[in-house]
């Protein structure tokens, strides 16, 4: 099991070993399992875990290793100002419960109907050795992560996505693998993703 004591140096030695090994760029051992990859980290540390992952990417880019970023807050965003409502939104949000909004968000940010296929479009748009998805925080309680990565699974398959997880993924024999977000929401079962502090540097 992952130590819960990592600190912020250690997940970036960590990670940059992995990342930038052929195991991982050439997706070996997982045994036909979809390839991708959970960082868990504590809540707490979202701010320097954001500076050490940009550090990360300009680690490995200058390996040649390119990534791709998706930041699902910033691409939401993105999908509303396409879809012309972000004002509408900016401007209901004053007036209806905060009910109202989520399903009014979850509706049109949906994960199979746009948020897929946008991300599906920045794939082809920009060649890429490995993806890494980011803002999942920001974007709960519309947008579930569990939701975006079964979604996911027939369109990426092809290279490895880490997605960063502020919270904890946890395995049992009774429950199965849960997503638990900000290590309190313990509702989001989903099996398929390896945690990467378990993988081989």
């Known amino acids: 099991m992952r130590e819960k004591h990592f600190s912020i140096s250690e997940c970036f030695d960590h990670l940059l070993k992995v990342i930038s090994s052929e195991r991982f760029l050439q997706k070996q051992g997982l045994g036909n399992e979809v390839p991708f990859f959970i960082c868990p980290f504590p809540a707490k540390d979202a701010v320097p875990m ?24 910033d691409l939401a965003i993105e999908i509303l100002k396409q879809r012309d409502i972000w004002a509408q ?32 479009l920045k794939m082809a748009e920009s060649p890429y050795d490995v993806m890494f998805i980011a803002g999942v925080g920001e974007v709960f309680p519309y947008i579930r992560s569990h939701n975006v990565l079964n979604n996911l699974q027939s369109t990426a398959k092809e290279k490895p996505t880490v997605m960063f997880f502020p919270g904890d993924y946890t395995h049992s024999l009774e ?8 290590g309190r929401l313990h509702d989001d079962k989903y099996y398929r ?9």
């Not at 004053?94 to 399903?103: G, I, N, W």
């Not at 429950?175 to 900000?182: H, I, N, V």
């Not at 993703?193 to 540097?201: G, L, N, S, Y």
Request: charged share 25%.
């Open 89 to 120: 939104v900016v401007e209901m949000e004053k007036d209806v419960s905060k009910e109202q909004l989520k399903e009014l968000l979850q509706g049109v940010l949906d994960s199979e109907a746009h948020l897929i296929p946008a991300i599906a």
């Open 193 to 201: 993703a390896f945690d990467i502090f378990h993988c081989e540097t």
């Open 175 to 182: 429950e199965g693998a849960s997503l638990d977000l900000f």
């Open 50 to 73: 954001e500076r050490m992952r940009h550090q990360l990417q300009n680690q490995l880019q200058q390996r040649g290793i390119s990534i791709l970023e998706i930041n699902l807050y």
